[in-house]
């Protein structure tokens, strides 16, 4: 059973960055995709952006294209995303995903998968 651990969240100013991680344990994640979601209070959670098992390729929200990264390390285990010029809407709790599904391309939808972390909390404010 993969366990997945985020972190990196905390309190950044407006326009400010900040770079969150998602590490893999008990089995390893080369094969699947992995995405991130953020879920805001009294929101739903939300697709934010996911990579292919290669990191190939990468799909965003249109919301955050141009301001946020996501990337993966495989030897690692591990996977990534860099969030520049935060904004205030950016604020949320994130969780990472993984596919358990191997070598699909492309899920965007909370169902698509099935292992999750406990989030991490990422603040936006001055």
């Known amino acids: 059973q993969v366990q997945l651990v985020e972190s990196g969240g905390g309190l950044v100013q407006p326009g400010g960055s900040l770079r969150l991680s998602c590490e893999a344990s008990?089995?390893?994640?080369?094969?699947?995709?992995m995405a991130w979601f953020r879920q805001a209070p009294g929101k739903e959670r939300e697709f934010v952006a996911v990579?292919?098992?290669?990191?190939?390729?990468?799909y965003y929200r249109a919301s955050v294209k141009g301001r946020f990264t996501i990337s993966r390390d495989n030897d690692k285990n591990t996977m990534y995303l860099q969030m520049n010029n935060l904004k205030a809407e950016d604020a949320a709790v994130y969780y990472c995903?993984?596919?358990?599904?191997?070598?699909?391309?492309?899920?965007?939808?909370?169902?698509?998968?099935?292992?999750w972390g406990q989030g991490t909390q990422v603040t936006v404010s001055s």
């Open positions: 995903a993984m596919d358990l599904r191997a070598r699909r391309w492309r899920p965007t939808e909370s169902d698509d998968f099935g292992a």
């Open positions: 008990g089995g390893t994640v080369s094969d699947n995709a």
């Open positions: 990579i292919s098992f290669r990191g190939q390729n990468t």
